[in-house]
C-alpha cells in the first residue's frame, strides 16, 4: 500500500494482458509472420535476395532447427528476514486488516492505484522470457501508449479476426484477470538493444500511430489456456499447500494453449513475431505444461499459416465464426514439440508438483520460504505476496485457521 509506483505498472500490465489476447488473435499472428518470413530471407543472406522468401520457406520446413530456449535455473529466494522486519510485516498481517477488492476501472483514483501496487508483487512481474534479441516482460503501466499505436491502426485492425475492442474492455479484462490467473500468460514484446531492429517506413500509418525507435513497448503475444468444464480450477485451494499443476494432470484434461499476438507495423518483416512465437511455444508447453498448443489463422493469413508449419503445428480443422472469416485450426501436442524440439530425451516436467507461491504462483521461483503464521498450509515466496493475498477481499485472511 506504501508504493504507489507500482500500480500504475499494475494498470499498464493489466491493459496490456487483456490487449493481447482480446484483440490480437489470428490476424495478427498472420501479419507478423509473413514479414517475419520475409525478414527472415532477408536476414539469412544477402546474395539469396531474389528468391528471399522461396528460400527461406524451403529452409524452414526442411531444416528443423531444435529449440534453443532454455527453461531457467530457479530464481533463489530472499534473504532471511532481521528481526526488525518481521516485525513491521507481522504487524500489517493481524486479524481485522482491512481489506481490498480490485476496483472497476472507471472508479480507479489515485488511492485505488496503490491497491493495484498491492496486488501486483515484485514476484508477479518478474516472469519474463529472454530470446536472441527480444525480452518478454509483464506489461507495465507506461506501455499504453505503445498498446494504443497498434491497436487504434487501421493497418492493423484491417488483419485482425475480430476488430479492435475499446480501451475500457481491455482495462476491465486485465483488472479481471490479473490476480492469480492460470487462464493466461500475457507478454509485451521488447527489444534487447532497439538498435538492431529496423523501424520501416511509416506508409499509410497514421501519423500518431508511427514509431521512430524500438525502444519500449514493441506488441505483445499471449498464450491462452482452455479449460474444459471438468476440470478443477488447479487455483489454490483452503487448507492445501498449493503446487505446481503437473503434466499429468494437464493431460488428464487435455488442457491447450492458443496463441495470440500482434506487433507494430513498422517493424514487421524482421521475424520478430516468428521469435517470440517460438519461445512462448517452448514456455507453453515445457514449462507450463500445456497438454498442446494451438494456433488458428484465418484463411490467406499466409504468414501466419507459416508460423504454424515452421513451428511443427499441423492443419486440424476449419471453423467458422460470426465475421465469416473460416479458421485454419493449428495444433502441436506436447509429444510432438518434445520430439522435434528435445530429440532423443525423455519428457521432463522441472515445475510439476513442487510448491509454489499461492499468491504469484510463479513456479520459476524456488519453494516459497514464507509461511502464514496461524497456518500450515499457506505459503509465500516473499512478504509482498503474502499480504497481498491478507489483504485482498476473499483471500487468506477469510480463509486461515486462526488459532485465537
Ligand atoms: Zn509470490
Ligand atoms: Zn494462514
Redesign the pocket.
Do not use: M, N
Given at each position: 500500500m506504501d508504493k504507489v509506483e507500482g500500480a500504475q505498472d499494475l494498470v499498464d500490465a493489466l491493459i496490456k494482458e487483456v490487449d493481447g489476447s482480446h484483440i490480437n488473435v489470428d490476424h495478427n499472428d498472420g501479419s507478423s509472420d509473413e514479414n517475419g518470413e520475409i525478414a527472415n530471407g532477408e536476414l539469412e543472406g544477402k546474395n539469396k535476395k531474389k528468391k528471399k522468401k522461396k528460400k527461406s520457406k524451403a529452409k524452414k520446413t526442411s531444416n528443423i532447427k531444435p529449440n534453443e530456449g532454455k527453461i531457467p535455473d530457479e530464481i533463489p529466494p530472499p534473504a532471511p528476514e532481521t528481526f526488525e522486519e518481521t516485525e513491521r510485516w507481522e504487524k500489517e498481517l493481524v486479524k481485522g486488516t482491512q481489506t481490498y477488492s480490485l476496483p472497476a476501472w472507471g472508479l480507479l483514483n489515485d488511492k485505488s492505484k496503490d491497491i493495484l501496487n498491492t496486488f501486483r508483487t515484485p514476484s508477479c512481474k518478474k516472469m519474463e522470457l529472454v530470446t536472441p534479441r527480444l525480452r518478454l516482460r509483464q506489461v507495465e503501466i507506461s506501455d499504453l501508449t505503445g498498446i494504443r499505436r497498434i491497436k487504434t491502426e487501421p493497418i492493423v485492425q484491417k488483419t485482425q479476426l475480430y476488430g479492435s475492442p475499446g480501451l475500457n474492455d481491455i482495462k476491465e479484462s486485465f483488472l479481471n484477470r490479473y490476480i492469480r490467473s492460470r487462464d493466461d500468460y500475457i507478454f509485451a514484446i521488447t527489444a534487447l538493444d532497439p538498435s538492431t531492429l529496423q523501424i520501416k517506413d511509416p506508409g499509410q500509418l497514421k501519423i500518431s500511430n508511427r514509431i521512430q525507435n524500438a525502444d519500449g513497448y514493441l506488441g505483445n503475444i499471449a498464450i491462452s489456456l482452455t479449460w474444459p468444464s471438468e476440470a478443477p480450477s488447479f487455483l489454490p485451494k483452503k487448507g492445501e499447500i498449493y503446487t505446481q499443476p503437473t503434466f499429468e494432470e494437464f493431460k488428464k484434461y487435455e488442457i491447450e494453449g492458443k496463441m495470440f499476438y500482434e506487433i507494430h507495423p513498422q517493424l514487421w518483416g524482421q521475424s520478430i513475431m516468428s521469435e517470440a512465437f517460438e519461445e512462448v511455444l517452448r514456455f507453453s508447453i515445457e514449462e507450463i505444461g500445456c497438454n498442446s498448443v494451438a494456433s488458428d489463422p484465418t484463411i490467406g493469413n499466409e504468414a501466419s499459416l507459416h508460423l504454424c508449419i515452421k513451428n511443427g503445428l499441423k492443419f486440424s480443422h476449419e471453423t467458422n465464426n460470426i465475421y465469416n472469416k473460416p479458421q485454419l485450426f493449428h495444433r502441436i501436442t506436447r509429444e510432438e514439440w518434445f520430439n522435434r524440439n528435445r530429440p532423443n530425451k525423455e519428457i521432463c516436467d522441472k515445475w510439476g508438483g513442487k510448491e509454489v507461491c499461492r499468491w504469484c504462483m510463479n513456479f520459476r521461483l524456488s519453494p516459497p520460504t514464507i509461511n502464514?503464521?496461524?497456518?500450515v498450509?499457506?505459503k509465500y515466496c516473499s512478504r509482498e505476496c503474502q499480504k497481498a493475498d491478507w489483504v485482498r477481499q476473499g483471500g487468506?485472511q477469510s480463509?486461515?485457521?486462526?488459532i485465537a
Open positions: 502464514c503464521k496461524h497456518c498450509w499457506a487468506h480463509e486461515c485457521d486462526f
